[in-house]
């Protein structure tokens, strides 16, 4: 077997939105994928933190142009341009200001030797159900993952992105079940859950302070 | 711009380091990376070689490399791998690797770390520049270079490590010696390095390099 593989992003398949470089070539020591902004106006990399997997990330905007926004601060983003954020706390993101716009993103925890993150699992489901959570179909989001779990429920990162979705349709009980889940496989997100505002609908219940703590 | 929480940087903004090999621009050191590896590689003309012939058997790197801009031809265990804009090309650590531009203007992003460990930045692109002199068997000068950048970037265990090799081959023992302890401790796992690095041979009857390294 040869040491080497090529590959072009244009040669991954999608999924959602993101190109799976790292699974594609087998990379192992550090996350390493693409995220794709298709139309003008479109989330490239969706507002989150890193706080669960605690990695540092470094983002290249390969194609197109991006407008980052850090911790509230905003980076204009043409193509050559990096954009490192090493808190894994900080509130991050970035939209497409052009069509076609595509970030690398890559990442790692210091100190750390990198495995494959939990919310890579799944995909064949998440791809689906985040389609429907944009469209704001909740339940239809849900019922996929739902799905999704019955078949693999060794793929516990589902548990969160159902909880969310439970959450929105109203599925209160089903919410706190996953969400408790997703917590008992990793506390970390404990405090990812608390300002996700998903969760907006189940937050004056006393389960959820229970279960996240208080703001 | 750099703020409290985030550092950006064009890669043309990025210096340019050249060591008489390939010339790179220090992305890790430059954005202050700590979980990989990663450089941007140069080579302004067609023909010249825009990643160093090597491989990475010995520090078990393996490294994805991606064009960022013109067209280079990858030689990879010796087999030819054509690699436009935009390509990606994996490599596992022991295959011997290298790339000639096939474009002027090829610029090749290399990232890398070993699988299964934590990535320790060794600093190895900062003393890069000073290696050049090195090669050149101008330790004199190599030591001159290397200094200041153990005071200035005392986190690289790269910098005291290859300043004490200089040391070494320019007959300062004790300096070598010193500087060796000061590299081990940064990173113990350069002990192995020392044991067996042939730059290290005029100090190695040292009875203070046997106490710091311990035998063959």
Redesign the interface.
């Given at each position: 077997m040869s040491r080497w593989r090529l590959t072009r992003i244009s040669d991954i398949e999608p999924r959602d939105r993101w190109v799976p470089i790292r699974d594609h070539l087998g990379v192992s020591s550090f996350g390493v994928n693409a995220w794709l902004g298709a139309d003008q106006g479109q989330a490239v990399i969706g507002e989150h933190s890193e706080q669960p997997t605690g990695h540092e990330e470094l983002y290249l905007v390969l194609e197109g142009h991006a407008l980052f926004t850090v911790d509230g601060e905003e980076v204009d983003a043409p193509p050559g341009t990096f954009v490192f954020v090493p808190d894994p706390e900080s509130r991050r993101g970035a939209v497409a200001k052009e069509p076609g716009t595509v970030v690398l993103a890559l990442g790692g925890k210091p100190g750390e030797a990198y495995s494959v993150q939990r919310w890579e699992q799944g995909w064949e489901y998440n791809t689906p159900a985040m389609e429907h959570y944009r469209a704001g179909r909740y339940a239809e989001a849900a019922a996929v993952l739902r799905t999704g779990l019955a078949e693999h429920p060794e793929f516990v990162g589902l548990h969160y992105n159902l909880a969310c979705f439970a959450a929105l349709a109203g599925e209160t009980d089903e919410a706190f079940k996953h969400l408790e889940r997703a917590i008992d496989d990793s506390p970390g997100i404990r405090e990812f859950a608390r300002g996700d505002a998903d969760f907006d609908p189940v937050r004056d219940d006393t389960r959820f302070v229970e279960l996240v703590g208080a703001e | 711009?750099s703020?409290?929480?985030?550092?950006?940087?064009?890669?043309?903004e990025?210096p340019l380091l050249d060591d008489g090999r390939v010339p790179m621009r220090i992305?890790r050191h430059h954005?202050?990376?700590?979980?990989?590896g990663?450089n941007a590689f140069v080579a302004n003309e067609a023909g010249k070689p825009a990643i160093n012939e090597h491989d990475e058997a010995d520090s078990g790197?393996?490294e994805?490399y991606?064009v960022?801009s013109g067209h280079a031809l990858?030689t990879?265990?010796g087999?030819a791998?054509d690699?436009s804009t935009?390509?990606?090309?994996?490599?596992?650590p022991?295959?011997q690797?290298g790339a000639v531009a096939k474009e002027p203007e090829t610029v090749i992003?290399a990232?890398?770390?070993?699988?299964?460990?934590?990535?320790r930045p060794s600093g190895w692109e900062v003393a890069a520049p000073a290696m050049a002199a090195f090669r050149a068997k101008d330790y004199a000068k190599a030591i001159e270079q290397l200094e200041p950048l153990v005071e200035q970037y005392p986190q690289y265990p790269a910098l005291p490590y290859n300043l004490a090799c200089a040391e070494s081959l320019a007959g300062r023992t004790g300096d070598a010696i010193g500087h060796l302890r000061r590299a081990l401790e940064a990173d113990d796992s350069l002990r192995e390095l020392a044991r067996t690095d042939s730059d290290l041979d005029p100090v190695r009857d040292d009875p203070r390099f046997a106490e710091l390294v311990g035998s063959p």
């Open positions: - | 711009m703020t409290e929480s985030f550092t950006s940087a064009r890669l043309d990025i992305v954005l202050g990376i700590r979980a990989f990663i790197e393996e994805l991606l960022l990858f990879v265990d087999e791998v690699a935009g390509t990606f090309v994996y490599v596992e022991a295959a690797r992003l990232v890398g770390a070993v699988p299964g460990k934590a990535y």
